[in-house]
């Protein structure tokens, strides 16, 4: 059992290049979430989703897209990078609030 | 204002000690309360959960609720060199399923 998995790990963009992260999880969670972690800001929610199909903004949406085409792979793009989107980025997936987040092992971006 | 306030610290402790982590929240119509940890460079990992008020032991972690100041408070008790990470608290309670984080708190115990 994987539980949540992002790729890549690391990655160094120039600005104005694109890229898109990967989230996938093998535990039929319906829930998914991509948040970004910076120094003194915690965690903050980029965008999440409640199903297959459905994406949702959250806090920090702009600069970034998702898709959510099948439920266990979430799908977070950075159409042109800029400086301020280096961070370390987190997926997580629920099955219901109940059971709290599952947690990725997150992917460290830099854009330079 | 946020919806959960918690105080970064950091938190330096000698080993054996009890350690408090403190969080205060605004919306008292949320009913889920979480305590995550987070060691260096890793995805956080849930630790504690709570519903409604109360208090919730589990080992040397005692997790608890405060919903008539809508506090919520971690307990150590016999802190470890390993439980130096960072401790985030949550709470939610909508039908989306989100959970609404603190900044973290950071923690060394030294041995």
């Known amino acids: 059992n994987a539980g949540v998995t992002q790729t890549p790990k690391f990655r160094v963009l120039k600005t104005g290049q694109s890229m898109t992260l990967l989230c996938a999880q093998d535990?039929?969670?319906?829930?998914m979430y991509w948040y970004r972690q910076d120094p003194g800001m915690g965690l903050r929610l980029i965008h999440y989703s409640v199903g297959e199909g459905t994406t949702a903004k959250g806090e920090v949406p702009d600069g970034y897209n998702v898709s959510r085409l099948k439920k266990q792979n979430f799908l977070l793009g950075l159409e042109s990078a800029a400086p301020s989107q280096t961070s370390v980025y987190f997926c997580?997936?629920?099955?219901?609030?109940?059971?709290?987040?599952?947690f990725g092992s997150g992917t460290r971006l830099t854009v330079v | 204002q946020k919806e959960v306030e918690q105080d970064p610290g950091p938190l330096s402790v000698p080993e054996g000690a009890i350690v408090s982590l403190n969080c205060t929240y605004s919306?008292?119509?949320?009913?889920?309360f979480m305590w995550y940890r987070q060691y260096s460079r890793k995805g956080p990992e849930l630790l504690m959960y709570?519903?409604?008020?109360g208090n919730k032991e589990d080992g040397r972690f005692t997790a608890q609720v405060d919903k008539s100041s809508k506090y919520i408070s971690l307990f150590i008790r016999d802190s470890q060199p390993s439980d130096s990470a960072t401790y985030l608290c949550a709470h939610g309670g909508s039908t989306l399923g989100r959970l609404y984080f603190g900044r973290g708190t950071q923690l060394t115990v030294w041995p």
């Open positions: 709570t519903y409604s008020s």
């Open positions: 535990m039929n969670h319906e829930y």
């Open positions: 997580a997936s629920s099955y219901g609030l109940r059971d709290g987040y599952t």
């Open positions: 919306n008292s119509a949320f009913q889920y």
